[in-house]
């Protein structure tokens, strides 16, 4: 991710808890590109707009993000669409260096309709977007954390047969696109999300996968006392997101901000150093709590 757009309501005071998180998980990332679209001032009058306005900025101030702009908008009747679209052309795309491809799956899916003839079925189609890298049509790919085999998780061995975007089929996509990509992978796994959260690499590219994690973990440190009201404990029940995946995991063991954390009867993919967030749970509800280096 380059930049973003946050999106507030005029007819909430902000910010809202869900606000906090976004802005928070956008710190964590290192994002500092933004572009903030005030909604709902059609709800609310002109009063309430300008102390919504006000609410956002002196919010985004404290958080770091004292000159991102914040645009009015109302959909429906085309105002300000055009100025809002102008500052998303501002925010500038970090240039790809020729990393290694890795491919984020957030979605998975079986485009054949019933009643498809065997000889006309079409593979298992990974939609989501590259982190690093360029991907083509026939390259060789792997998909992991895979499948279970007896026990153990095999990876998934295939090759693209076809790339989607928003503008059409592509022969060669880098980072700043969602696609789809349609492979050989037996349409079965594929069906209902079955392998979302899964990451893709080029053949002979081989990430770590453990259900074992060794992090550097780093809280947000008014939350730790205000909401955990402590530090991550031993034996606490945590919720990982690394990559694409997520997994819930006990913690086995802390030292200071090194932190040891077992997955529960899963893996996830990753490459040392990669960076993750940490949700902790208060009273059934997961809430961000900080961020993460995740080693093997």
Same mark, same amino acid.
């Given at each position: ?80 669409? $055009?100025? !809002?679209?102008?500052? *998303?052309? @501002?925010? &500038? ?8 491809? #890795?491919? /984020? ?120 006392? $205000?909401? !955990?009201?402590?530090? *991550?404990? @031993?034996? &606490? ?8 995946? #997520?997994? /819930? ?48």
């Amino acid at each position: 991710i380059d930049a973003a757009i946050l999106v507030v309501s005029a007819a909430s005071k902000c910010p809202q808890p869900q606000t906090e998180e976004h802005l928070e998980a956008l710190k964590i990332i290192g994002i500092n590109k933004l572009v903030v679209a005030q909604t709902k001032v059609d709800l609310v009058g002109e009063q309430r707009a300008r102390e919504s306005y006000n609410e956002i900025k002196d919010f985004l101030s404290k958080n770091g993000f004292e000159n991102v702009p914040i645009i009015p908008v109302l959909a429906s009747a085309n105002i300000n669409i $055009t100025e !809002f679209v102008q500052e *998303i052309g @501002k925010l &500038e795309a970090s240039k790809d260096q020729g990393e290694n491809m #890795k491919m /984020l799956v957030v979605r998975s899916f079986d485009a054949n309709v019933p009643g498809t003839n065997i000889s006309d079925l079409k593979g298992g189609i990974l939609g989501g977007a590259l982190s690093s890298g360029r991907l083509s049509v026939g390259d060789k790919i792997m998909v992991y954390p895979g499948i279970q085999v007896k026990g153990e998780m095999k990876p998934l061995s295939t090759t693209v047969a076809e790339i989607q975007s928003e503008f059409g089929k592509e022969q060669n996509v880098g980072r700043g696109i969602t696609i789809g990509v349609r492979t050989l992978i037996d349409p079965a796994l594929a069906r209902n999300d079955g392998l979302s959260g899964s990451l893709v690499v080029k053949e002979g590219v081989k990430p770590i996968l453990a259900n074992k994690l060794n992090i550097k973990y780093f809280p947000l440190k008014e939350k730790e006392v $205000t909401l !955990f009201k402590k530090p *991550i404990q @031993k034996n &606490e029940m945590v919720l990982l997101n690394i990559l694409a995946g #997520k997994a /819930l995991g006990t913690v086995v063991e802390v030292r200071g901000g090194d932190v040891k954390i077992v997955l529960n009867n899963t893996v996830l993919p990753f490459f040392s150093g990669d960076k993750g967030v940490v949700s902790r749970r208060v009273e059934g509800v997961w809430y961000l709590a900080g961020s993460c280096t995740v080693y093997e």
